[in-house]
């Protein structure tokens, strides 16, 4: 795979084109680029050689008026990568509603006598993908303060919720193992606040030079198996650690090294057959606070006459739109899909739910006979959307009573702060779109992506969506430029300016997993 920045005789090639308003590319813009000094700063922004055989749409629109100031290919799809989940948040703020919440339930239809709870107890998920080790431990607390202390059945875990397909439709295989790409169940649970739900951390740390290096999974659990060869090398040596879950199964091997008094390594990882792994885990609470279950632990549904003896409620989807959006949660972005479907329908499906999503698109002046989706977060392939129809979602949200958190929710360019800058806090630094710019990414093989808005240099709020399909290098600093210039602009008839080129970054200047995942292996 190739790819990388622009050398620096790239950059300067690129920055006297634009200053010498030399090179034009045919486009559809309403307004003749050689009357528009926006339109010929963008349009030579698209030719640079980095989009060579690529296949790039891009359109600009006043939020006031909806006027196009720009609109090259726009209308034409293509596969929307992590910007497809703009038309998920939407339509789960249209269809849920920003207070919705999601419950997780112990229930049983046994008969108590003194300490003893004779029947099955169940554990039944009701979606929530912010489930915590802390989360399951509360229940477990609930049950013992309740006086039980012996339950005379098994543990049944109830994930009927939602159906019991697991991955997305065109979803990649090979991804499977990873985080990003984690199946999905009504019941399931994160290992940290980031809420990759259906994911343990895996933590490598150092011991004596010559011993076994040391593992430790996030959170604790017996459901997933661990193979640990690794060892500990001499201080001062670089860490090799490589961390694999076989396809298919629970057994995670770590070989390698790391060196005595290093940093751990942490690697995230899919569990399969995440339902089991939440159980697991709230088997040993119960466990901790002194509850003893007889039986073993099965999946089955809970009888609709089982009592609930204890309850978890999760944060509103208007609060969870920060972690879903600003870091691009694969996982919140399909639970909310399947959410839809059960809500509209009785059904938690993938097909129910982008059922749902497509209700939902035309009061956002979006024609859902003009899109093709399977799921909620982009990862498919086989999604395909315009970017014009993006920016028409983009101008239509901001007529709506929810609009506030939606835009919010999107990462800030150039702002560090993980949860306001999000998938944009290393990009865009000192330029007039750092904390400006408001924007959802998307990105994998092949596909780059940029949709939000901007506030002008004029006052004005623009609307902007860029999707670039069929690329072999990294265009993420041309998405920048663009949207750089769109905070630069003073008006059709204001004089020229250059637009803003970004200095090169290597990839070990990105900091933090989003960014060094973004690049081509998920959809973010």
Same mark, same amino acid.
């Given at each position: 795979?190739?790819?990388?920045?622009?050398?620096?005789?790239?950059?300067?090639?690129?920055?006297?084109?634009?200053?010498?308003a030399?090179?034009?590319?045919?486009?559809?813009?309403?307004?003749?680029?050689?009357?528009?000094?926006?339109?010929?700063?963008?349009?030579?922004i698209?030719?640079?050689?980095?989009?060579?055989?690529?296949?790039?749409?891009?359109?600009?629109?006043?939020?006031?008026?909806?006027?196009?100031?720009?609109?090259?290919?726009?209308?034409?799809?293509?596969?929307?990568a992590?910007?497809?989940?703009?038309?998920?948040?939407?339509?789960?703020?249209?269809?849920? @509603?920003?207070?919705?919440?999601?419950?997780t339930?112990?229930?049983?239809?046994?008969?108590?006598?003194?300490?003893?709870?004779?029947?099955?107890?169940?554990?039944?998920?009701?979606?929530?993908?912010?489930?915590?080790?802390?989360?399951?431990?509360?229940?477990?607390?609930?049950?013992?303060?309740?006086?039980?202390?012996?339950?005379? @059945?098994?543990?049944?875990?109830?994930?009927?919720f939602?159906?019991?397909?697991?991955?997305?439709?065109?979803?990649?295989?090979?991804?499977?193992?990873?985080?990003?790409?984690?199946?999905?169940?009504?019941?399931?649970?994160?290992?940290?606040?980031?809420?990759?739900?259906?994911?343990?951390?895996?933590?490598?740390?150092?011991?004596?030079?010559?011993?076994?290096?040391?593992?430790?999974?996030?959170?604790?659990?017996?459901?997933?198996?661990?193979?640990?060869?690794?060892?500990?090398?001499?201080?001062?040596?670089?860490?090799?650690?490589?961390?694999?879950?076989?396809?298919?199964?629970?057994?995670?091997?770590?070989?390698?090294?790391?060196?005595?008094?290093?940093?751990?390594?942490? $690697?995230?990882?899919?569990?399969?057959?995440p339902? @089991?792994?939440? $159980?697991?885990?709230?088997?040993?609470?119960?466990?901790?606070?002194?509850?003893?279950?007889?039986?073993?632990?099965?999946?089955?549904?809970?009888? $609709?006459?089982?009592?609930?003896?204890?309850?978890?409620?999760?944060?509103?989807?208007?609060e969870?739109?920060?972690?879903?959006?600003?870091?691009?949660?694969?996982?919140?972005?399909?639970?909310?899909?399947?959410?839809?479907?059960?809500?509209?329908?009785?059904?938690?499906?993938?097909?129910?739910?982008?059922?749902?999503?497509?209700?939902?698109?035309?009061?956002?002046?979006?024609?859902?006979?003009?899109?093709?989706?399977?799921?909620?977060s982009?990862?498919?392939?086989?999604?395909?959307?315009?970017?014009?129809?993006?920016?028409?979602?983009?101008?239509?949200?901001?007529?709506?009573?929810?609009?506030?958190?939606?835009?919010?929710?999107?990462?800030?360019?150039?702002?560090?702060?993980?949860?306001?800058?999000?998938?944009l806090?290393?990009?865009?630094?000192?330029?007039p779109?750092?904390g400006?710019?408001?924007?959802?990414?998307?990105?994998?093989?092949?596909?780059?992506?940029?949709?939000g808005?901007?506030?002008?240099?004029?006052?004005?709020?623009?609307?902007?969506?860029?999707?670039?399909?069929?690329?072999?290098?990294?265009?993420?600093?041309?998405?920048?430029?663009?949207?750089?210039?769109?905070?630069?602009?003073?008006g059709?008839?204001?004089?020229?300016?250059p637009?803003y080129?970004?200095?090169?970054?290597?990839?070990?200047?990105?900091?933090?997993r989003?960014?060094?995942?973004?690049?081509?292996?998920?959809?973010?």
């Amino acid at each position: 795979m190739s790819g990388g920045y622009m050398s620096r005789s790239r950059r300067c090639a690129l920055l006297a084109v634009l200053l010498c308003a030399l090179v034009f590319v045919p486009v559809g813009a309403p307004i003749a680029e050689s009357d528009n000094p926006l339109g010929r700063d963008l349009s030579a922004i698209l030719a640079d050689p980095a989009f060579t055989g690529a296949d790039v749409g891009l359109i600009v629109r006043r939020a006031d008026t909806g006027e196009v100031l720009y609109d090259r290919q726009s209308q034409q799809r293509r596969q929307p990568a992590s910007t497809g989940k703009l038309l998920t948040t939407a339509a789960a703020l249209d269809r849920l @509603g920003p207070e919705h919440r999601f419950r997780t339930t112990v229930v049983s239809p046994g008969r108590r006598f003194g300490p003893v709870l004779s029947g099955d107890l169940y554990l039944r998920g009701g979606g929530d993908p912010t489930m915590l080790a802390a989360d399951y431990q509360a229940l477990a607390a609930e049950i013992a303060d309740s006086g039980v202390r012996v339950v005379r @059945g098994r543990l049944v875990a109830d994930d009927s919720f939602f159906d019991e397909v697991r991955l997305g439709t065109g979803w990649a295989w090979d991804d499977e193992p990873y985080y990003y790409n984690a199946q999905i169940s009504a019941l399931t649970i994160a290992p940290d606040t980031d809420y990759d739900s259906g994911s343990v951390v895996v933590r490598v740390s150092p011991g004596r030079s010559g011993a076994p290096a040391e593992v430790e999974l996030v959170p604790a659990n017996d459901y997933v198996r661990v193979v640990n060869t690794a060892t500990t090398s001499e201080p001062g040596q670089p860490a090799r650690i490589s961390v694999r879950r076989e396809h298919g199964g629970n057994t995670i091997t770590v070989r390698g090294s790391i060196p005595e008094g290093g940093a751990p390594v942490r $690697a995230y990882r899919a569990v399969w057959e995440p339902t @089991g792994l939440a $159980a697991a885990v709230f088997r040993d609470a119960l466990a901790r606070q002194g509850v003893r279950v007889l039986g073993e632990t099965a999946r089955g549904v809970a009888p $609709a006459d089982a009592r609930v003896l204890a309850e978890h409620r999760s944060m509103p989807v208007g609060e969870l739109l920060t972690p879903f959006l600003k870091l691009s949660n694969n996982m919140h972005a399909e639970t909310l899909v399947k959410a839809m479907g059960k809500v509209e329908s009785d059904r938690g499906t993938w097909p129910s739910g982008v059922a749902a999503i497509g209700k939902s698109l035309p009061s956002m002046d979006v024609d859902p006979n003009e899109l093709y989706i399977v799921d909620g977060s982009g990862l498919s392939r086989m999604d395909q959307i315009a970017p014009a129809q993006l920016a028409a979602l983009l101008l239509a949200a901001r007529e709506q009573p929810w609009f506030d958190r939606f835009h919010a929710a999107l990462p800030v360019a150039g702002v560090s702060d993980r949860m306001v800058g999000g998938t944009l806090r290393n990009r865009m630094r000192g330029t007039p779109a750092e904390g400006n710019v408001h924007a959802k990414t998307g990105s994998y093989t092949g596909v780059s992506a940029l949709a939000g808005y901007v506030t002008a240099a004029d006052g004005s709020e623009l609307v902007f969506a860029m999707v670039s399909n069929q690329t072999l290098r990294n265009v993420r600093p041309l998405e920048d430029a663009v949207a750089v210039r769109l905070a630069q602009y003073e008006g059709v008839n204001a004089a020229r300016k250059p637009a803003y080129v970004p200095a090169p970054r290597s990839a070990d200047e990105a900091t933090g997993r989003y960014d060094l995942e973004c690049s081509w292996l998920k959809a973010c």
